[in-house]
């Protein structure tokens, strides 16, 4: 039995808006965009999700806002505090946490946290180009999609996993790419 892993970082935020702490950094409107898009690419494709885990962060519920709206989805989000600005190590345990019931998870939240959970789920073994392009950056907005080869969240460990899919917003839109390209 397999369980799916969507990771979902968080789009573009704002540095521009004088807010008194990380935690309520805005989106700005590149990163509106790359939301959408990403909600877009996610219908088009047929990804689905069972249930969401996400950080409480203004940048993460402004990001989730615009992807449902591309994605033309529903979610009713599960607000983890624990995933903000989180560890890898963090991550395994609040997946850990998450009930069977659930098959198909889609956790939204921030880096270096999700990228290096990607490389602790998913064994280098020199097979993955996808997992060489998370290496190279995992962008803002970018979604990685893997399958890990558990049937309880509980038993989530290093190299249960396998990556399927690696997409940023650049590889949509070539607008979206980094800004001094």
Known sequence: MTLTLTLF????????????RDFDRPLNKRGEKAALTMGIW?????LTFDHVVASP????????DEFVKGASAQVDPNWDRRIYLASSATLMDVLRDQADE???????????GLEDLVFGLC?????????DLVWEK????????MELNIAHWADVDRRCGHLTHFIRPRDLDPDLGPEDE
Not at 102 to 112: A, E, F, I, W, Y
């Open 9 to 20: 970082r968080h789009a573009k935020s704002s540095w521009d808006d004088a807010v008194p």
């Open 42 to 46: 996610v219908k088009r494709n047929g």
């Open 57 to 64: 962060a203004v940048r993460v519920i402004e990001t989730i």
């Open 102 to 112: 659930h098959k198909n998870l889609l956790m939204v939240g921030h880096n270096p």
């Open 123 to 131: 064994p280098d073994d020199g097979t993955s180009p996808l997992r």
């Open 138 to 145: 995992y962008p803002t907005a970018a979604i990685a999609r």
